[in-house]
């Protein structure tokens, strides 16, 4: 019942769906039932095609993410506790933040090729500036009566960000990384539309060009789900690591 109250909008929309596709209230050859896409789903993924076209877009897409948190979150603390750097890279990201970085992808061909290297240098070009604008901002709103307390009893810098910079700035950061993972599953199913031999992206936008409907509908419920597993994981891990935080905000 937990499940049903809680996706109860979305079975029902996939009800809808079938009842609309069978009733052809559109053409049917465009609009096909949902339990059509469901089985293709099933058996593509029962032959390996589906699992191997999802696991190359999470290879590129997974490598791009993990650099973009290797790089973004040091650098966004680093930003928080020291002007000069803030300084530096601030005008970087203000400038380039408004940028849609999908239009970046002819530059991204000439440097980095046709092959993953591309799609990789975009996932992590396009998913770091959340995670280090989010990990900024929350260094940044840390009280600094805490820090001056940390300092006053005698704490190094680094104590002071492991005790009291880290943990406070913590909830910003995991927003910063789901925007950054969202924003990660979008860019590279969008670059293997464009460029890519392979992966979900390329399922999809090769299946519309040869009118095969029902696989292209299979690829955009399968970059759904993968996109809801993602988050929804996300989610279970930020509730454990920021259980303390969940109980004063819900206080």
Same mark, same amino acid.
């Given at each position: 019942?937990?499940?049903? /109250? ?8 996939? =009800? *809808?769906?079938? $009842? ?5 209230? &559109?053409?049917?050859?465009? @609009?096909? !039932? ?19 076209? *999802? ?9 791009? &993410? ?21 300084? &530096? ?7 380039? @933040? !408004? ?8 530059? @991204?061909?000439? @440097? *980095? ?12 070009? /396009?998913?770091? &500036? ?11 709103? $840390? ?14 810098? !680094? ?24 924003? *990660? ?28 409907? =029902? ?15 993602? /988050? ?20």
């Amino acid at each position: 019942m937990r499940f049903v /109250d809680r996706y109860g909008s979305v079975l029902l929309l996939a =009800v *809808a769906w079938e $009842v609309a596709a069978r009733l052809e209230v &559109f053409n049917r050859v465009l @609009f096909p !039932p949902a339990t059509a896409i469901v089985g293709r789903l099933v058996a593509l993924a029962g032959d390996g095609t589906l699992l191997y076209e *999802a696991g190359q877009s999470l290879l590129r897409m997974g490598s791009g &993410f993990a650099l973009a948190l290797l790089a973004g979150i040091p650098l966004g603390i680093l930003m928080g506790r020291l002007r000069a750097v803030e300084g &530096f890279f601030g005008p970087v990201f203000a400038f380039g @933040f !408004p940028i849609p970085k999908i239009g970046l992808i002819p530059i @991204f061909l000439l @440097f *980095a090729g046709l092959g993953h290297a591309s799609k990789i240098a975009l996932v992590f070009v /396009d998913s770091l &500036f959340p995670i280090v604008l989010s990990t900024f901002h929350g260094v940044r709103l $840390v009280e600094r009566q805490l820090i001056w307390s940390a300092q006053a009893m005698g704490d190094s810098e !680094p104590s002071v960000l492991r005790r009291v910079v880290w943990p406070a700035a913590l909830p910003h950061i995991f927003t910063g990384v789901r925007l950054g993972l969202i924003i *990660a599953l979008i860019v590279v199913f969008i670059s293997e539309m464009v460029t890519a031999g392979s992966g979900l992206g390329h399922v999809m936008i090769v299946s519309a060009r040869n009118f095969k409907i =029902v696989d292209m509908y299979t690829a955009i419920l399968s970059i759904a789900l993968l996109g809801f597993a993602f /988050d929804k994981a996300l989610l279970a891990i930020r509730g454990r690591v920021l259980a303390w935080y969940e109980g004063e905000v819900a206080a």
